[in-house]
Nanobody, 121 residues
Framework: QVQLVESGGGLVQAGGSLRLSCAAS??????MAWFRQYPGKEREVVGL????????WYANSVKGRFTISRDNAKNTMYLQIYSLKPEDTALYYC????????????????WGQGTQVTVSS
């Protein structure tokens, strides 16, 4: 069973940048994704990166500001966020799926505990 641990969250001023990390307990070719969750809302996917080929996909709301990458040698996925906005304030989760086509919350078998990102205006 893959274990995921996020890190890198914190308090940042609007306009700043932040890089989140997601360390996996084992090497895999799983599809990995970042989700975020606002209080009282369902988790929403912000982007994903496939294990085979490394292709990425982003939600329209974050295109151009969020970049996902992975370092397979370190079993780690990253989420680089540029030009942070107050509306980026949320709990960010990483997740992994054995399915190449995983795209929704239900598709992901493994989850991290989440890391809080707070953006001050």
């Amino acid at each position: 069973q893959v274990q995921l641990v996020e890190s890198g969250g914190g308090l940042v001023q609007a306009g700043g940048s932040l890089r989140l990390s997601c360390a996996a307990s084992e090497r895999s070719t799983y599809t990995m994704a970042w989700f975020r969750q606002y209080p009282g809302k369902e988790r929403e996917v912000v982007g994903l990166i496939r294990g085979s080929g490394g292709s990425t996909w982003y939600a329209n709301s974050v295109k151009g500001r969020f970049t996902i990458s992975r370092d397979n040698a370190k079993n780690t996925m990253y989420l680089q966020i540029y030009s942070l906005k107050p509306e980026d304030t949320a709990l960010y989760y990483c997740a992994a799926s054995q399915s190449t086509y995983a795209s929704t919350v239900r598709d992901y078998e493994y989850w991290g505990q989440g890391t809080q990102v707070t953006v001050s205006s």
